[in-house]
């Protein structure tokens, strides 16, 4: 049986959403769309994925903080899905922190 894959996903508004949400589109698998913050690098609003994800026939959810996406992300994923933290490198560096468990750096959007 295969896992389930719940994806965290934010993406920079210079990089093509649609192309990115769609290459990882697949059959059960949900996304939590997310920003972040990155010094003259601008992220697409959450809101906007959500459109594009709707557009796309994506299950998923929005949540502006990045640690507040991989918190639901893992809480929707249980112990037995994967999450996979991915789209802008920005958008994974903000969350390095959370996953290798250590003291974060990232600070709360919102």
Known sequence: MRRALTFVIGI??????RAILGAFARPNAYFVLTSFEAGGRPARAPEYL???AEELGLAHDLSPDPVAALARARTHAGASG?????????????LRPEVLGTPSSVTSIG
């Not at 920079?12 to 959403?17: R, T, V």
């Not at 994967?82 to 903000?94: C, N, P, Y």
Request: hydrophobic letters at 50%; glycine letters at 14%; a neutral charge.
């Open 12 to 17: 920079g508004e210079s990089k093509d959403a």
């Open 82 to 94: 994967i999450v996979v933290v991915t789209g802008s490198t920005f958008a994974v560096a903000a």
């Open 50 to 52: 959500g459109r594009l």
